[in-house]
């Protein structure tokens, strides 16, 4: 399977996931700058953390309007695996990939630190390799992390089960502590806290592998073929 990790200026985090995937999981990766326009061959797309364009405007405003963006649209529409963590996840609601928006966390604070969330979907192409229920430990560290969105759209994440990953603690002020949403197909899933950050217990945490291995395990069920 093949990744492609998506460049923007001031991203951040794009070695963590490129090495999550290489040695993580073990799959073929390669970085994509925003001044593409391609992703042809590549199976999955990944938008990693970081401060694209500084966050100016809004996180994630100006990085939707990168080249390299219809193709991540298309990649999305075509049914792909797309996985955006933090500013790729704000990037994905900037491009309406996501529903609902990003605000300043609720103190107005930067928070960097380890939580504990709760898997509220295990049925879903990310997040399959988890219990339904389980509650998982993963690092966040991100100042707009306040998801907000309104109450018809809220009803309609429950209802859908579009909400993956939610706080099981006080982190920024999100509506529903949602930390975690796909779309409606499922295969779009933005989530503030950093799984490529928790890949190997020699740094401490591999919960967030399950993330990789999910998409990874998804992929072999529907193209691969027994020989
Ligand atoms: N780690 C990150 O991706 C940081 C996200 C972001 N731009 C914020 O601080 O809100």
Same mark, same amino acid.
């Given at each position: 399977?093949?990744?492609?990790?998506?460049?923007?200026?001031?991203?951040?985090?794009?070695?963590?996931?490129? /090495?999550?995937?290489?040695?993580?999981?073990?799959?073929?990766?390669?970085?994509?700058?925003?001044?593409?326009?391609?992703?042809?061959?590549?199976?999955?797309?990944?938008?990693?953390? @970081?401060?694209?364009?500084?966050?100016?405007?809004?996180? @994630?405003?100006?990085?939707?309007?990168?080249?390299?963006?219809?193709?991540?649209?298309?990649?999305?529409?075509?049914?792909?695996?797309?996985?955006?963590?933090?500013?790729?996840?704000?990037?994905? $609601?900037?491009? @309406?990939?996501?529903?609902?928006?990003?605000?300043?966390?609720?103190?107005?604070?930067?928070?960097?630190?380890?939580?504990?969330?709760?898997?509220?979907?295990?049925?879903?192409?990310?997040?399959?390799?988890?219990?339904? @229920?389980?509650?998982?430990?993963?690092?966040?560290?991100?100042?707009?992390?306040?998801?907000?969105?309104?109450?018809?759209?809220?009803?309609? $994440?429950?209802?859908?089960?579009?909400?993956?990953?939610?706080?099981?603690? /006080?982190?920024?002020?999100?509506?529903?502590?949602?930390?975690?949403?796909?779309?409606?197909?499922?295969?779009? $899933?933005?989530?503030?806290? /950093?799984?490529?950050?928790?890949?190997?217990?020699?740094?401490?945490?591999?919960?967030?592998?399950?993330?990789?291995?999910?998409?990874?395990?998804?992929?072999?069920?529907? /193209?691969?073929?027994?020989?």
């Amino acid at each position: 399977m093949k990744f492609a990790v998506i460049v923007f200026p001031g991203s951040n985090c794009d070695a963590d996931m490129y /090495h999550a995937i290489k040695d993580g999981l073990g799959e073929e990766v390669e970085y994509v700058f925003h001044t593409e326009t391609s992703l042809d061959g590549f199976d999955a797309v990944l938008l990693p953390g @970081g401060f694209s364009h500084g966050d100016y405007l809004r996180s @994630g405003a100006i990085a939707r309007f990168a080249p390299i963006m219809p193709a991540v649209i298309q990649a999305a529409e075509a049914g792909k695996p797309v996985l955006g963590v933090c500013n790729g996840f704000q990037v994905l $609601l900037e491009a @309406g990939l996501l529903p609902g928006a990003m605000k300043r966390n609720i103190d107005l604070k930067f928070v960097c630190r380890t939580v504990e969330l709760v898997v509220e979907n295990n049925e879903t192409m990310f997040s399959s390799g988890y219990e339904q @229920g389980q509650t998982i430990r993963i690092p966040v560290a991100h100042g707009e992390g306040n998801y907000e969105c309104d109450d018809e759209t809220l009803a309609k $994440l429950r209802e859908n089960k579009q909400i993956v990953f939610r706080y099981n603690e /006080h982190v920024n002020g999100s509506k529903g502590d949602i930390a975690g949403i796909t779309n409606e197909r499922g295969n779009v $899933l933005g989530m503030m806290p /950093h799984p490529e950050r928790a890949t190997e217990t020699l740094l401490g945490n591999d919960q967030g592998l399950a993330v990789f291995t999910s998409i990874l395990r998804n992929w072999r069920e529907s /193209h691969v073929t027994a020989s």
